[in-house]
C-alpha cells in the first residue's frame, strides 16, 4: 500500500531514479493527511516536510491526548467539573481523528462514554454497571444527564427526606403522631410542652 510505505520510510537519499516516484506519492500523502484533520491541526503540521514526519507527530499527539484521557478519574471533583474535563479532553481527541458517521456511532462515541464512565467516584458504581450492562449504551450527554439525577439525591444530608417522600410516608406519619400523643398525655394534663417531633427531635410539638 503506497500510503503505508511512505509514512513508514525515510526520504530516500538518492536523488535520481525511484526518488522522483517517491516524491510524487509523498506529496499525495501528505495531501490526504491535511485534509483529513481538522483546520487547527493542519496548521500545527503544514510546516513539516514528509509525510512520515507529519504522521508521526499525529500519531504522539493522539497517544498521548488518548493515554490522559484514558487516565482520567473523578477524584475530588464534583460530577459537573470531571463532565467537563472529560468533554474537553474528548474534544481535543476528535479534533485529531476526525471519525466518519459510522465509526463515530459505532467505536468513537461508545468509547468515550465507557472512559467517561471508568473514571467516576465509587459511589456511582451501581449506576455505572447499570448503564454498560444495559441493552443500549447511552450517549456521553445522556449519561451525564442520569448521574446529575443521582447526585442531587447523594447531595443530600443524612436524615433529611425530600417534600415528595414525606408526601408518600404521610400515612405513616400519621400513625407515629398518633402513639406520641397517647403517650404524652399519660404524663399528665402539662404534657403537652413535653410532646417530641418524631421528624425533628425537638421538644414541643408532634409534626
Known amino acids: ?44 503540521i503544514t510546516y513539516y516536510t514528509t509525510a512520515k514526519e507529519m504522521w508521526e507527530f499525529l500519531r504522539q499527539t493522539y497517544s498521548q491526548v488518548e493515554e490522559e484521557l484514558h487516565n482520567l478519574r473523578q477524584g475530588s471533583q464534583d460530577l459537573s467539573q470531571y463532565f467537563a ?17 459510522s465509526c ?16 467516576l467516584s465509587p459511589e456511582y458504581a451501581a449506576a455505572k454497571d447499570q448503564m454498560l450492562t444495559g441493552s443500549e449504551i447511552p450517549d456521553l450527554f445522556d449519561a451525564y444527564n442520569r448521574l446529575s439525577r443521582l447526585a442531587i439525591s447523594l447531595s443530600q444530608p443524612a436524615g433529611v427526606t425530600p417534600a415528595s417522600a414525606l408526601a408518600v410516608g404521610g400515612g405513616r406519619g400519621h400513625d407515629s403522631t398518633y402513639s406520641t400523643r397517647g403517650r404524652g398525655i399519660g404524663r399528665g394534663i402539662g404534657g ?5 417531633c418524631t421528624y425533628c427531635g425537638k421538644i414541643g410539638h408532634l409534626v
Open 192 to 196: 403537652r410542652g413535653r410532646f417530641q
Open 1 to 44: 500500500v503506497i500510503e503505508r510505505d511512505i509514512i513508514e520510510e525515510d526520504e530516500p537519499t538518492n536523488k535520481s531514479g525511484k526518488y522522483i516516484t517517491w516524491e510524487e506519492d509523498d506529496s499525495m500523502v501528505m495531501s490526504w493527511i491535511m485534509n483529513s484533520v481538522q483546520p487547527q491541526i493542519a496548521s500545527t
Open 104 to 119: 463515530y456511532k459505532s467505536h468513537f462515541a461508545p468509547t468515550m462514554v465507557a472512559k467517561f464512565l471508568a473514571g
Open 85 to 101: 474535563t472529560v468533554k474537553a479532553t474528548y474534544e481535543r481527541l476528535k479534533f485529531l481523528r476526525r471519525p466518519c458517521k
